[in-house]
């Protein structure tokens, strides 16, 4: 009777231990489907604050336009840090397709420059050269001399390294087209001062400086005979080289790190354009649409935090919503609240997440693209990147997902910035017995490379100007508007015109 007793205890306490166990399971069950759903949460609100129907990119578009309008009235002093500055690039002159003869570039706008010589035969680029240096950090925080000096000497040792291939007219002085992607007040075609250095370098006594006269000034005491005939940006590059091969282009874009636009726009309808109006009747202007800004965009609480957090607050903002720079960051940033508030990785957060721009564009395409079945470069770029092991199919589909979400929006608000651009040319529309093409140039990374944004940007484009006027608006993709753009420049503004024509 007695071991039926214990038995009998036994088994109850088994029983105990069975049901608690149990009671754990379930309760850790539980807990992860809370914790999961809390997770989704989430993710729903994040995608359904980026909503970008169509409505809504027509009402971007729209304040797009009213902002050029704004822009071209007021002077560059007046402008609010989120109004389209509309710079005015004194170029007027866009290559025609018949330029001819040896031109060169010099292309600055970070540690590293470009220097070219490009050979034109009037309509095509027969020939073309590159070099590529590096400056050293001294010079990138010394002085002007110093680092204008250098680019001097380089710049001649290109010239001295020419080969018969390159011919330069007896007694004709070489021309350059100069990109200096950094922010400058221009003056003229060929003038223009530095505001403010950025990506690294620290030169006092360059600031408030024409920089084409402090190249020029360096070239002469290196003994080199040339004319920087061309200040022009990246984005205006792109707009040349674009018109040589292209005479419908009428826009430029670039959507790399960074974003920018440039466009042709009537002369006579730039009010703070003073003085006589060009012969050709036309002037590039350099939007500086990154600066965009509108209540229309769908901004949410992880763009605010990335604003907070970034060099230049409450600046740039369309850039940091549509451009490379910023998109990887922005998913990191969502990553990083699901992981604190429902506990998406685990008890632990992981360290990696919590480190800013860990998570770059570049990763960011390579996940959303991925096709396999067990999506196994999502995987890898979790544990290479941010050191998250263990993550389950379902976990890397939502990453998939917040990939997508990130890089929609993105796309589909450029593209309403382009609309913007033809409404206010009065190209998104079919005149009545008029059948006219325009073409807009685009570079950069980001546009390039992720292939997935590339193909929505263009399909909202069709999406908002529907299938008729879709029909005669076309997407080049232009590459090296900074260097052959700037060589192209310097042609069509050179001293030398009526003779390169001849």
Sequence with gaps: MGKVVV?????CAAAAV?????????????????????????????????????WKLEQVADAMTKEMHAGLAASNSQGAPTMLKMLITYVNNLPSGD??????????????????????????????????????????????EALFDFIAAEL??????????????????????????FPVMQTSIASGNLIKWTKGFSIDDTVGQDVVAELTRAMERKGLDMRVSALVNDTVGTLAGGRYSNKDVVAAVILGTGTNAAYVERANAIPKLHGLLPKSGEM?????????????????????????????????MFEKIISGMYLGEIVRIVLCKMAEEASFFGDIIPPKLKSPFALRTPDLSAMHHDTSSDLKVVDTKLKNILEISNTSLEMRKVVVQLCNIVATRGARLAAAGILGILIKLGRDKIKDGEKQRTVIALDGGLYEHYTEYRKCLENTLKELLGEEVSESIVIEQSNDGSGIGAALLAASHSQFLEVNKS
Aim: proline content about 5%; some cysteine; charged content about 25%.
């Design 7 to 11: 038995s009998a205890a036994v088994i």
């Design 156 to 181: 001649a040792k290109f010239v001295d390294q020419e080969g018969p291939d390159f011919q330069l007219p007896p007694g004709r002085q070489r021309e350059l087209g100069f990109t200096f992607s």
């Design 284 to 316: 590039v202007i350099n939007m500086e649409w990154g600066s965009f800004w509108s209540t229309d965009l769908p901004f949410t609480e992880y763009d605010y935090v990335l604003d907070a957090e970034s060099l230049n607050p409450g600046e740039q």
């Design 18 to 54: 069975c049901a608690a166990a149990a009671a754990v399971v379930v309760r850790r069950r539980m807990q992860k489907t809370a914790r999961w759903e809390k997770a989704m949460a989430i993710v729903k609100d994040f995608e359904e604050k980026c909503g970008t129907p169509t």
């Design 99 to 144: 330029e001819k003869g040896l031109f060169y570039a010099l292309d600055l706008g970070g540690t590293n420059f470009r220097v070219l010589r490009v050979q034109l035969g009037g309509g095509a680029v027969v020939n073309q050269e590159v070099s590529e240096v590096s400056i050293p950090l001294d010079l990138m925080v010394g002085t002007s």
